[in-house]
């Protein structure tokens, strides 16, 4: 009874020691800078929502004036100017001179409006983030490292492949994937898009499954935010199914795949599109 005591003692005070150095450690740091920052991205998606909701209700009340403007004119030509008398006239041409004062000023409220929509499309554009990733393979186990960053700072790095000072981003992963781009000479060359669905076993984290299909690419316009596009990778009708797991596939997932005979085998968007590419090029 005495040794299991002194054993306890001695595991309680092992749990003691750990638990003071994650206090002290910086893992509390990144995890309370973690919190800040998924609350300022909180409230400036809220920031957006409202800044939206105030734009399309400006919209709204345009249509509505330009819809009661579009009224105005086409009972103005209904109208015989040839019947009317001299007031009559007096007060159409008051009429008329009202009507084009209001569609100027409409014109204007539409020219303000879609500066307002470009700016907030331009802010918002400045604020996404996008994700820089570096891939190794090794022993058949797959390694990445990646950070998030705002795509004006991706853009920069880049465009001068210095690191950002100020962005926000794993500095130490993006200190790696900088040694690699200059290490191999790296150049943006190639843009892969495409739609993924995404899975995990709610028992199994470990195991995941992503089903991808519309995958597009092209070799200019390399810009992240510009519009998808471009030629399609896979026939029609074919999607790219992908199994992820830590350690073994759950029993569920093999019957699954052996009573459809469905067999793994090796597939890479960049290794197909380069292959053809290359094609095309002979």
Not at 13 to 19: A, F, G, H, M
Request: proline share 1%; hydrophobic share 35%; charged share 35%.
């Amino acid at each position: 009874m005495l040794n299991k005591l002194l054993e306890y003692q001695k595991v309680d005070s092992k749990l003691v020691k750990i638990e003071k150095d994650l206090e002290n450690s910086d893992s509390k740091g990144v995890v309370n800078n973690m919190v800040r920052l998924v609350r300022e991205a909180q409230n400036h998606l809220i920031q957006i929502e409202r800044s939206a909701g105030e734009l399309i209700a400006e919209y709204k009340h345009l249509v509505e004036v330009y819809e009661k403007e579009k009224k105005c004119i086409a009972e103005l030509k209904d109208k015989e100017v040839d019947d009317m008398n001299a007031f009559e006239l007096r007060e159409e041409n008051s009429f008329v001179t009202k009507q084009i004062s209001d569609v100027v000023g409409l014109k204007k409220s539409i020219t303000a409006l879609s500066k307002k929509i470009i700016q907030k499309l331009n802010e918002f554009e400045k604020t996404r983030k996008q994700g820089v990733e570096s891939k190794k393979k090794y022993d058949s186990v797959v390694n990445k490292r990646r950070t998030s960053i705002l795509l004006q700072d991706a853009y920069s790095y880049f465009e001068n492949r210095e690191i950002p000072e100020k962005a926000k981003m794993n500095r130490q992963v993006m200190k790696e994937i900088d040694y690699i781009m200059n290490f191999y000479n790296l150049k943006p060359k190639v843009f892969i898009s495409y739609d993924r669905f995404a899975f995990f076993e709610k028992n199994n984290s470990d195991f995941r499954l992503t089903v991808d299909k519309n995958i597009q690419t092209r070799r200019t316009d390399l810009h992240l935010n510009s519009s998808v596009y471009g030629d399609q990778l896979l026939e029609e009708g074919q999607w790219l199914m992908e199994a992820k797991a830590f350690r073994s596939f759950p029993l569920w997932f093999v019957q699954f795949l052996s009573e459809r005979k469905i067999y793994s085998t090796s597939f890479s968007k960049y290794g197909a599109e380069y292959k053809k590419f290359s094609n095309n090029q002979k």
